[in-house]
């Protein structure tokens, strides 16, 4: 089975501080995606990556940026967090480039950014 | 720009209930179309894959069907169960490997 994982479930910031959330994924994936999801908007992508050391920008990039520095890795991190970026990150993974295949989603990282 | 629907927001039924939750979308162009279910405060967990050559997918109690022309897409819950409660997820899939979700049919099936 697919697993991917995320450093964190839970996490408390304050505003300001750069933030890290870091995705693993164990499939030897080359697509790996970042999303935020908050109530009554639903899932929105931030960033994208098609192979290592590659990225793309999504739908709301603003105040991220991320880091593929391996295959199995993909960092979101928040330069300097505000309190508009409390949500839930939830990262995945997909098997091929090209055409769309099933998309594997890690259990999310609840951000509150005080 | 490709938009995704989900109706109804929020669905409450007894349990045995055979039901239909609604997915439509705005650009028919579409690869493929998901459907996931979300547990509370969990992750995604992928139910079916519909690709756009397909007109429907069966596993198990769910069938999901897929209609491009007129930007719908069906998903099928035979004989319901309290475990079934979850928000239910549709995603429109492009070409380039980006998802556009719906914000979710939030599921509660009663014994």
């Known amino acids: 089975d697919v697993k991917v994982t995320q450093s964190s479930r839970y996490l408390v910031k304050r505003t300001g501080e750069k933030v890290f959330l870091e995705c693993v994924q164990d499939?030897?994936?080359?697509?790996m995606f970042w999303y935020r999801q908050d109530p009554g908007l639903g899932l929105r992508l931030i960033y994208f990556s098609y192979d290592v050391k590659m990225k793309e920008k999504g739908d709301i990039p603003e105040g991220y940026s991320v880091s593929r520095e391996k295959k199995e890795r993909f960092s979101l991190i928040l330069e300097s967090a505000s309190t508009n970026q409390t949500s839930m990150y939830l990262c995945?993974?997909?098997?091929?480039?090209?055409?769309?295949?099933?998309?594997?989603f890690g259990p999310g990282t609840r951000l509150t950014v005080l | 720009k490709q938009e995704v629907t989900q109706i109804p927001a929020a669905l409450s039924v007894p349990e045995g209930e055979n039901l239909v939750l609604n997915c439509s979308f705005t650009d028919s162009a579409i690869y493929n179309l998901q459907w996931f279910r979300q547990d509370p405060g969990k992750g995604l967990t992928s139910l079916l894959l519909i690709q756009s050559s397909q007109r429907e997918q069966t596993s198990g109690r769910l069938n999901a069907s897929l209609d491009k022309s007129s930007g719908r897409s069906t998903l099928y819950i035979a004989a319901s169960q309290p475990g079934d409660s979850a928000t239910y997820l549709c995603a429109a899939g492009g070409d380039t490997d980006k998802l556009i979700f719906g914000t979710g049919t939030r599921l509660q099936v009663f014994p």
């Open positions: 995945a993974s997909t098997g091929g480039a090209g055409r769309t295949d099933t998309q594997y």
């Open positions: 499939m030897d994936h080359e697509n």
